[in-house]
């Protein structure tokens, strides 16, 4: 064989996992749609939160920023995904780019996925078992449900992905991959928490000899976190954006190290935390199982993922359609398999351990949960935009903001706080009496659709309940499975009646409105 053969059958080989774990993404993700669809009836999203990045996107074409015109807001968490969202504002078809974000993304992941096998030596040593972690390793881990959620953490996933291949190159063959420092801007520039991730790895380059190029790395990461915070006090609101800020204060969780506390103890209600824990444990034994790692370049990358959990352990949030940790997991065991590779089994045994937590963890949700998601969205949230945009078509208050906001021309009300400054302030510290009826009456709203038990007292003595929205069958990731209509006066509600009675024949099976009986109100 001519040594062009071999080079050529080579470069095929490095090229069989890569391909492989593409592939397997894309199909666990197509079986994933094809489920909803076959659920649902319909394509929609698992989560309602897509469309508020839309819908932020919507006022950034239109020179806003935020869910109203002429109201700045930071309902978005993501300095950079509205942004991607911004082609084909006001149409349809905005609705499709963050599946076609995803898509893409994930495409992403499954690529880099087979590059870390391929750079970890299994493409030689191991044939058989890289196949194996090429195929299995990236549904086990969530990579298709990341992107099958339709927000950015496929692409945060992706950037966390580059940044562990860039790192194997950086260690292994002392050159640095374009892939690092793309990863290291990439991941703070979708998610906050991504900072740690890419400042450890620029910390990496500047231990290895590469000061210029490390520094360079870690002030443009650092720049993107800063220029967003600034451009967010520019228009006045607080550097933290609303939707961060919302979700703390729903865990009612402080700055101080009691906070960081409570925020552990809290953690362990869930099982994701055990996926953490498996990490965590897995990368501190490590060194252990595999002591040429000591005097290995490779230890670095060891210590990146370590320090990188444990800042995701300490300050970041869990679950909620397995999304938050899905970045810090996806580095975590292609760098946990990358390292194991040349080691014993003990070792290997260790790479796999938060896989097999994984695994448990997120089985069920593949099974139960994701694919009667997106049937919920559309029973409740598109139902409650319908009826909003189409037989309304005045100002309403919610306290789930994104369908009912986007492409909605008339003004919406977030009264859990993530498109109001103002509801934000008033439910995280403390408003005047009724302050959900007092903000209703200054934005002209007569409609209010909220879950019940989130407001109590805070909304107006004299609204009228209408009714509820109820959904019939299994439903997950929304709040609640009812949804109260009011009218915020009693004379609101006689007109709010009849547009109900017009807008419920439309209802599809597994949503049904019962009216309140009007001796009850």
Known sequence: MSQAATLEGAARGRLRLPAVSLASVLLGFAALQIAAYLNAGVFEYPLDDVYIHLAVAEQIAAGGYGVNPGEYASAASSPLYPLLLVPLAGTEAQRFLPLAWNIAALAACGWLWGRILVQAGYEDLRRGTGLALAILVPLVINLPGLAFAGMEHSLHAAASLAVVFGLLVLLDEDRVSPLLILGILLGPAMRFEGLALSLLAAGVLMLRGRWLTGLASAAGALAIVGLFMWFLSSLGLDPLPSSVQAKLGNDELSNDLAGVIVGLIRAFEGHNIWIMIAALSATAAMPFAAPELRQSPRRWLLLVLFLA?????????????????????????????????????????????????????????????????????????????????????????????????????????????????????????????????????????????????????????????????????????????????????????????????????????????????????
């Open 309 to 521: 959990l444990g800042a995701h352990a300490v300050a970041g949030k869990l679950g909620w359609m397995n999304r938050y940790e899905g970045y810090v997991l996806a580095a975590a065991t292609a760098g946990l398999l990358a390292l194991a590779a040349r080691s014993g089994p003990l070792a290997r045994f260790l790479a796999v351990l938060p896989v097999i937590a994984a695994g448990a963890v997120y089985a069920p949700h593949f099974v139960h949960h994701y694919p009667t998601a997106t049937r919920t969205i559309d029973r409740q949230q598109a139902q409650m935009a319908r009826f909003a945009k189409e037989f309304h078509r005045e100002p309403v208050a919610v306290n789930d903001l994104g369908r009912v906001a986007w492409g909605n021309p008339d003004y919406v009300l977030d009264i859990w706080g993530l498109g109001s400054l103002a509801a934000l302030d008033y439910r995280q510290n403390g408003g005047p009496e009724h302050w959900v009826d007092l903000l209703a009456q200054q934005h002209g709203v007569e409609l209010a659709m909220i879950y019940d038990d989130w407001f109590g007292g805070d909304i107006g003595p004299d609204w009228v309940r209408l009714g509820q929205l109820e959904l019939s069958g299994p439903w997950h990731y929304s709040a609640k499975p009812e949804v109260a209509f009011y009218a915020t006066s009693p004379e609101a509600a006689g007109a709010l009646r009849a547009k109900l009675e017009a807008w419920v024949p439309g209802l599809p099976e597994g949503a049904r409105f019962i009216p309140q009986p009007e001796a009850d109100q």
